[in-house]
């Protein structure tokens, strides 16, 4: 950790949009970023790659086997049917083992396929990633479990001003702007604050960095983002007064 009486010896490089280079002072959050994000928890940000290399991953055991056309692709069980897309949409759709049919091919959300039987899929319901940007009000929708691992994995989201999701959720583009004020708080703060900050809340600690950061479950459920910023901002408007 770089003490704060020696940060005037470093600076953080930056390449704006318009191209060129700029340099900045270190901060409180640069600080965070490089010591408890970058190299940490980087690898924990969902992208469009980390989907592509899990359908890769199931194509490539698929065809090591030969499966029947309703045989689950996890763990080989034969299935009488399977279920379609609009079957796993129905209201009595609760969890994974929502009726009677557990021998029948269950539909994953998250892989838009219907190629696992009931006992693989997984019993806590995710959002899908893509619905984000394409549904005012998305759900949480049943996956299989390679998914849901991926998913519990890889649940943070880098959020930029062009996300589409914001286009449709005015209050989430409120909270960023909230959020860009936590921020721009925290880095102001030149005691030990930060330090205590960090210790009471390391697990959201991503949502004062210079970049956007959010899980799945802040961007969907924007009450819990608005009470978890405002505990930011009221222990920062009461440290500056």
């Not at 959020?159 to 449709?168: G, I, M, Q, R, T």
Request: proline share 4%; charged share 30%; with cysteine.
């Amino acid at each position: 950790m770089v003490p704060i009486e020696q940060r005037d010896q470093y600076v953080m490089q930056f390449k704006p949009r318009m191209g060129g280079e700029q340099l900045q002072p270190i901060s409180n959050s640069d600080i965070i970023y490089l010591e408890h994000f970058l190299y940490r928890t980087r690898d924990y940000v969902y992208s469009q790659q980390i989907q592509e290399n899990l359908f890769r991953e199931k194509r490539q055991k698929a065809s090591l086997r030969r499966f029947e056309p309703n045989q689950c692709r996890i763990c080989g069980q034969l299935c009488t049917e399977s279920e379609g897309f609009w079957a796993s949409l129905l209201p009595w759709d609760t969890s994974a083992a929502h009726d009677v049919k557990t021998d029948s091919l269950k539909y994953c959300h998250f892989c838009m396929d219907t190629q696992t039987c009931n006992n693989c899929m997984a019993e806590e319901k995710m959002y899908i990633p893509r619905e984000l940007q394409l549904e005012k009000e998305p759900q949480r929708r049943r996956v299989c479990r390679p998914a849901y691992e991926l998913l519990e994995k890889y649940k943070t989201v880098r959020v930029d001003k062009e996300n589409p999701a914001l286009s449709f959720k005015p209050e989430l583009r409120r909270l960023l702007v909230l959020r860009r004020i936590v921020h721009k708080m925290f880095d102001m703060i030149k005691c030990k604050l930060w330090e205590e900050m960090m210790a009471q809340h390391g697990e959201t600690m991503f949502l004062i960095l210079r970049d956007c950061y959010l899980t799945f479950d802040f961007i969907c459920e924007t009450e819990s983002l608005e009470e978890e910023l405002n505990k930011y901002f009221k222990k920062l408007q009461s440290h500056f007064k």
